[in-house]
Each structure stands twice: as C-alpha cells, then as structure tokens.
C-alpha cells in the first residue's frame, strides 16, 4: 500500500520551484544586459581606434603629400586625391602579387604607392628574366626610375639567366645594389656570346656581396685563381657551382682554412689531385655535396673521413678507384652516388654492395659491371653507356628505372618501379611485367626486343618506338590515358602483327605506322579516336568502344559486313581506304551509323554512289579511278570534295541548298556541269579539270564568296556572259588558265560584285587594262611571263592594291590612280614605274628599274636588290 504524501509539504517545493525559475529567468536577464552593454562599449571602443588610424593615416599622408611637394618643386600642379585608407604594408602585399615589371609602373600612382613599391619585402629575390628578355642594362634604368636609398633594396637572391647578353660594368652595378645583403648569386656564362667573366670582374663583385651563401659561376673558364678569390672576400660561402672551371694548384691549399662552413662544392670537369681531396676532408668539416673529376693517381681514402657526405659525384674514375670506392661505400652515408668512369677501360670487377641509406644512383660510362646488390632504401638508378652488365640486379626495388645504352642478361625487379626508361638496351627480348606500381613507361630503340606484356592498374602514360622487331604487344591499365606508338616516321615500321589493349580511359589511339598489324582488340571504353589508315595487312578486329566519334581504317582483306558488325553508336566521321565497297553496301553502311557526319572513301573500285542520309553534313571521294556517277539524297550536305575521280562526269543537278563548299580536282571527264538550288554555296574551285568548258549556276543561286580556277585549259568564252560570274562576290582567281585580255576584261565587266582578282601562271596574257570597276579593290598578278604591261585606268578609283610578283617580261607599269599599296617583285626587265601615285611601295628584286617616276607621291617605300635605280629629281616624301 502507497504512503500518501503531505499536502503541505508538496505546496511548499512548488513554491519553491517557482521561486528559483524567477531568479533563473532573471539571471539570464541580467547576463543579456550586461552582453549588450559590452557590445555597445566595445564598438564605441572599436570606433574611436578607427578614428585615431584614420587620424593617424591622414596626418602621414599629409606629411607625404608636404614632402612630396617639396622635393618636387618644379612648379607643377598638384592635383589632390581622395585616397583609399591602405598602410605601405597592405599595399606591398597586393603589389607581391603580381610581376616585376607591373610593380614598377604601380609607382606613378602616388607617393605612397612609390613607398610601397620599394618595401624590403618585394626585393628579396632578383629574377632579372622577369625584367630583360635580351639585355641586363634594361634592369639600371628600371632600379634607376625607382631612386631608391642606399641599402633600401634588401635583395637577397640574384639570379641571372643564361638567355640574355651582360656587361661586366652592369653585373658589378647590381651587385652593389644589392650590397651585403645578398646571399644567392647565380651568374651562369651567356649563351648567346658566350663570353666568361674576369678575375677583376669577381673580386669587384664578391667585394660588393661579402655575405654570399650560394654562388654559381659554372663554366666561366676564363677564371683561373676562382678559389683564391672566393676565399679571400666570402667568408660566409656555404655552396659554391665552380663546374668546367680550372683551379690553381698554388692556392688550393689556402682556401679550405677559409670556408669552413662550405657545404656544396661542385667542381665538375676540373681535375682534384690527392693532396687537395685531403685539404679538402681535413678543413670542410660541413661538406655535405661534392662533385668533381679525378685526377688517374689520386687516391679515394680521404673519403673515408667525410663523415657528413651526402651527396658524391665523381668523374673520369678508373678501374682501380672504382674497387678503391667500393671498399669504402658499404661504410658511408651517402643519399646519392653518381660515377663517371672511361667507357674503354672502367671495370667494375667486384660486386657492387650499396650505402644502406642510399636512395639515387648512377653510373655512367663502364666497360662492364659485375653486379649490383642494393638496399632498401634505394629509389632511383640510372645505367648509361654500359657495354656489358655481366651479373645481375640483386635487392633492387627502385621507384624510378633509367637505362640507356645498356646491355643485360636481366633486368631488374620492377615490383616497385613507377617510372621506367628504356633506351638502346639489347640483351632482352621480352618484356613482362604485371605489377601495379608502374605509372609511366618509355620504351626507345630496343631493337632485340620482340614482345611486351604491360598489365597493371596505375599505368598513366606509355611510348614504344623504333622497335623494329617488336612483334607482340599486350596492355591492360585502368588508368592508361597516354598511348603513344611508332609516331617517329622516320624510322623502319615495326613488325608488329599482335596488339591487345585493355584501358577504359584511353581516349585517342594511332597506328599508322603499324603496316604489318594482322590482328587487334581494342577494350576501351572512353576512345573518341581510332586511326587505322596504314595497317593494310589487317584481318582480324575485335573493338568494343561506344564512345568512338572518329575512325579511319584501310584494310583490304576486311569484309564490309565486318565493318558494320562493329557496335558504335556515337561514329560521327568514318574514313575507309582500300575496302572494296559497292553501292547498295555503302548504303547499309551509312542506315547501321545513324548518327554519322562525315564520310570520306579513298582507293575504292566503287563505280556509282547513291548517298542517302538525313545527319551527313560532309563527304569526300579520292582517289576512285572507277566512279562516273554520283547522286545525293543529303539535305543537311555542307561541304563536299571530288579528288582525283578521272571518270566523274555524271553529277547531281540539283544540290543540297546547305551545300556551301564544293571542290573539283583531277575530275578530267568533267564538262559543262549545272549547279541548281545550292542556295548556300559561297565557295567553288575546279582544279586541273582539262575538260571543263563552262560550269553552269541557276540564276536563283545565291552569292559565291570565290569561285576558282586551277589549271583548267579548255575554259570557253562564254563562261563569263553566265549568271554565274555575276554572282561573285569576293574573290575570282586563275591558276594556270589560258586567258586572253579580252577574257579578262569581260571578267571585270561581267562580274560586278568582284572585290578581288587573281591571275597565277596566265602565260598567255601580254598586257592589262585595268578598266573602272564599281567594287574591284584589289589585283594580284604572279608568275605571267609573257605580260609586258600593266596599266591602271584613271577612272579607275575603287581599286587599292596592285601587286606584281614574278613577271618576267614585264617593262612598264602605269597608275594615275592613287593607290594605298603598289608591290613589285621579281620583274627581272621592268625598267620605269609612269605616273604610279601610292600611300606605300614595296620593290624587291628589280635589278633593271632605274629610276622612278618624278611625279610619284608617297608615304612609304621600302627597297631592296635594286641595283640600278637611281634617286628621284623631286622628293618622295611629304
């Protein structure tokens, strides 16, 4: 049975509930008034700083504004500006956005500005490639405009790049400039004079720079007591790049007491004898990197002792400093070992045992090795110029493999490689690998090598070239984008006749010099492009890629039925050479490609063409010696080309009204042919159709922009009394056309809305009027050998430019029209220009003109290779 509680009791604990909810409610209360009250005492605090800043900022403006004005005191107007409130600081940190050059200019815009462009901040790195592109003087003049005091400018790097011409006396300028505070010079030798510094030019600048750090002097071999020097003026010099440099024996023993804090030498090709290699050890205790070339009776022990050696790299070593070196390495520390022996004689007799921390290696020129045992630790090897790798590769797991001019009995393991590089290695014959670490691949001249076998996830990027018997080729990558194959076409084509890739992301893929491929299966799901032009042997083709839009292919021994059982979709230009294809099967061809667009048929024995299709906006015919006929059934037709068709000469009368490009080439059977209803045609051209009399165009037919004739022999005068030639309305040309002056004129008189003639090879042609024309602005004659004169009418005012190249013959020309611009070249008789008024002329290899007319007025003239002309009697210029 429940106890009943008192009701007086539960009275009083409501109470008391209700008492402290008030004093809770009135708690939070009194804390939101005392946060307003702090918020508002807070901005009434922010706001009077804001004042004293703005105060502040106003008073030193002023101040530079007074001292502007009177260190400018040459009466000039000072126009006074509202300027945004921004301290020199924010204003350096905007200008450290943006390039050298734009900073200078950002000066002009006020004082402040001029203050902020010179803060020690934006001049701590002097890359003078940003300022001249051909000469250093550029950069005085620039630091000149900036006025700037002295030690303001606190450069610390200076870099000067080899693609630009210096003086000394610039060089020692800037080094003053920069004064005490640099600390990184690089002055690598000019590649465009070539010309070394001095010794008097490095003391004047090492005197200037006494706290350098880094300097870089390489292949100045001019410089011969360089460490005397250095010494003597860089206490402070931690690297120093002396490569291809001589150093004076007499003072190699000084210089190493003085730069005890050096911790990079590289001496590359200058010769160090034992006693200075102990000079070296016994005085740097902080070498970390050396470079250089030994001398044949030098002894290595002294490398023992370098106990803080991370970096070594040594030149021109024997066979017996190399066993000498191997004693010593499995001790050391070193990161990266490279080694440059004689390719005659260096041997590396013993098995080669590596640093433990050893992580890049490289050896260079060896008669032979035997072995190579490595480390964990190792990520990078490098063989160059091996004539024989006798043992094997034992322990190497490197991340990244070159080889080049290497010959093998194995390769190493590429469990762990990303990166590999083959070039002119032989001893191998097939290359396997199934790993998933490799990314990129190069494979270069491997001429014994006969099949490849690539399958991992992470391969990116693949190149194989001038293989010549590479016959089998297999890859499988999921993440393969790059697929480079036999694209030198200089080379002897592979052997291929097997190729099987796997790689969803490849999207573009080209095999024309593939001519011996027999069979392919392509499994690519991204592929956009496939080019097949050349692989003539093929029979076999296996291709699942529904994104295809571009393939070419020539293949005789493929059936068309073979073509069509391919599954794409989304084809949108198909290229077929070599396939014997009739009409019907061209036919089903374009029904099984719904969404094809361009069609182009090369080397087929097709006889009749009968297109039908709503999306093909493109075709082109080549080389089909049997073709006579062709119809169309295409509305949305834009551009269509007929090449080397000898028995074409059955074409559609009525065209496609989207048809607007229309080209005739070696089509010799081709007579009067009849455009209709090509309401959109603006560009046609017959070339080297000799039996072309006169092309017809409805008069409905809109337009043409040019209309152009190559090499068209039979052309008849009446061709230009058709509504054709009325029609248009830019450019008419003649490329080796039999032509009288009386068919020319008719072309100025019958093609009202011309604005440019063209005449190229018209060997007929003896003479031209050039006759009033309401829109005619230009004419070029070219190579019209018999053409003695041309003549250019008065009323002739429409016409701006005449130019005459390559017309033998010619004596005269004669303009009383004024002309914008006259160009005569290669006219080897033409002795007088009459009367010829232009705003510019151009005369190049006129060696008989003597002289020009003395009524000729001009702005302009250029001439050149005019031997016999003479200066005027009155002036040319006005």
Wanted: charged share 25%.
């Amino acid at each position: 049975m429940k106890r009943k509680r008192n009701p007086t009791i539960t009275i009083m604990e409501e109470k008391k509930q209700q008492q402290q909810k008030k004093e809770t409610q009135k708690r939070i209360e009194e804390e939101r008034e005392d946060k307003e009250e702090e918020k508002i005492r807070r901005e009434k605090r922010n706001k009077r700083k804001r004042k004293e800043e703005e105060e502040k900022t106003m008073m030193m403006m002023e101040e530079e504004e007074e001292e502007w004005r009177t260190r400018n005191n040459n009466n000039r107007k000072i126009i006074k500006k509202k300027y945004t409130i921004l301290t020199t600081e924010i204003i350096a940190n905007i200008l450290g956005y943006i390039q050298m050059k734009e900073r200078i200019n950002m000066r002009r815009i006020n004082r402040k500005w001029e203050i902020a462009v010179q803060h020690p901040t934006l001049w701590r790195q002097l890359d003078c490639e940003e300022f001249a592109k051909n000469n250093l003087e550029d950069i005085i003049k620039i630091i000149d405009m900036i006025k700037p005091k002295e030690g303001q400018l606190r450069i610390k790097h200076i870099k000067i790049p080899s693609t630009i011409t210096y003086k000394t006396e610039t060089l020692i300028k800037i080094a003053k400039i920069g004064g005490k505070n640099v600390e990184t010079l690089e002055l690598p030798i000019s590649n465009i004079n070539r010309e070394s510094i001095k010794e008097d030019t490095l003391i004047k600048i090492t005197e200037a720079c006494t706290n350098i750090k880094s300097l870089n002097i390489a292949t100045h071999n001019a410089l011969k007591n360089t460490m005397g020097i250095v010494t003597t003026n860089c206490k402070q010099l931690e690297r120093l790049n002396a490569n291809y440099i001589p150093i004076n024996t007499r003072t190699t023993k000084a210089y190493p007491r003085k730069l005890k804090k050096l911790s990079m030498l590289y001496a590359e090709a200058t010769p160090i004898n034992t006693n200075q290699l102990e000079y070296i050890q016994r005085d740097c205790k902080q070498l970390t990197k050396l470079a250089c070339k030994v001398t044949h009776d030098m002894q290595l022990d002294a490398l023992t002792n370098m106990i803080k050696l991370k970096t070594l790299h040594l030149m021109n070593v024997t066979t017996k400093q190399i066993n000498q070196l191997i004693a010593y390495l499995p001790e050391s520390g070193l990161q990266t070992l490279i080694i440059e022996g004689t390719k005659e004689t260096t041997r590396i007799q013993h098995t080669l045992r590596l640093p433990k921390g050893l992580k890049t290696l490289s050896l260079t020129n060896f008669a032979g090795i035997e072995s190579i045992i490595g480390t964990p630790s190792l990520k990078s090897m490098s063989l160059s110029n091996i004539q024989q790798m006798k043992g094997g590769f034992y322990n190497v797991n490197v991340e990244t493999l070159i080889l080049r001019h290497v010959r093998l009995t194995r390769l190493p393991s590429l469990e762990h490689v990303s990166q590999m590089e083959l070039t002119l290695v032989s001893g191998i014959e097939t290359l396997r690998t199934r790993h998933h670490a490799l990314r990129f691949a190069s494979i270069y001249m491997c001429h014994e090598l006969r099949h490849i076998e690539m399958h991992g996830n992470d391969l990116e990027s693949l190149s194989i070239d001038v293989c010549p018997q590479l016959e089998g080729l297999s890859i499988e990558s999921n993440q393969l984008q790059i697929m480079n194959l036999f694209s030198l076409s200089s080379e002897e084509a592979p052997l291929l006749n097997t190729l099987h890739v796997k790689a969803p992301k490849l999207k573009k893929l080209s095999l024309r010099r593939a001519i011996h491929l027999k069979r392919i299966s392509l499994n690519t799901t991204q592929l956009e492009s496939l080019n097949l032009a050349n692989c003539k042997q093929l029979n076999a083709i296996q291709l699942y890629a529904p994104q295809l839009q571009r393939l070419a292919l020539a293949a005789p021994h493929i059936h068309v039925s073979t073509i069509m059982q391919l599954v794409l979709p989304t084809l949108t230009m198909l290229s077929i050479s070599r396939v014997n294809i009739q009409k019907e099967q061209l036919n089903e061809l374009l029904d099984h490609f719904e969404n094809l667009q361009a069609l182009i048929l090369t080397n087929s024995p097709i006889k009749e063409v009968s297109l039908s299709s709503t999306t093909l906006t493109g075709i082109r015919f080549s080389a089909c010696p049997a073709l006579i006929g062709v119809s169309l059934d295409t509305p949305a037709l834009v551009k269509a080309s007929f090449i080397d068709c000898p028995q074409l000469y059955h074409i559609p009368a009525v065209w496609p009204s989207a048809l607007s490009s229309l080209t005739f080439e070696k089509c010799h059977n081709l007579q009067e042919p009849w455009f209709a209803a090509a309401l959109s045609l603006s560009t046609l051209s017959f070339k080297e159709c000799f039996a072309l009399t006169q092309p017809r165009i409805e008069p409905t037919l809109g337009c043409l922009s040019m209309i152009r004739f190559v090499n068209c022999k039979r052309l008849m005068g009446s061709l230009f009394t058709t509504p054709m030639m009325q029609r248009v309305e830019c450019l008419v040309e003649f490329h080796d056309c039999d032509m009288s002056e009386a068919q020319v004129q008719d072309v100025f008189l019958r093609c009202p809305n011309m604005t440019l003639l063209g005449m190229n090879g018209v060997a007929s042609l003896t003479q031209l009027m050039i006759p009033m024309h309401p829109s005619c602005r230009g004419v070029s004659l070219t190579s019209c050998e018999a053409l003695e004169r041309v003549q250019v009418t008065p009323q002739a005012h429409q016409l701006e430019h005449l130019k005459v190249d390559t017309c033998s013959a010619l004596l005269t020309i004669e303009s009383p029209t004024f002309l914008r611009r006259v160009e005569v070249s290669n006219c080897a008789t033409l002795e007088t220009l009459q009367h010829v008024y232009a705003n510019m002329m151009v005369l190049r290899q006129n060696p008989l003109l003597k002289r020009l007319h003395p009524n000729m007025q001009m702005h302009q003239l250029a001439i050149s290779h005019c031997q016999s002309l003479t200066a005027p009697q009155q002036p040319l210029f006005y």
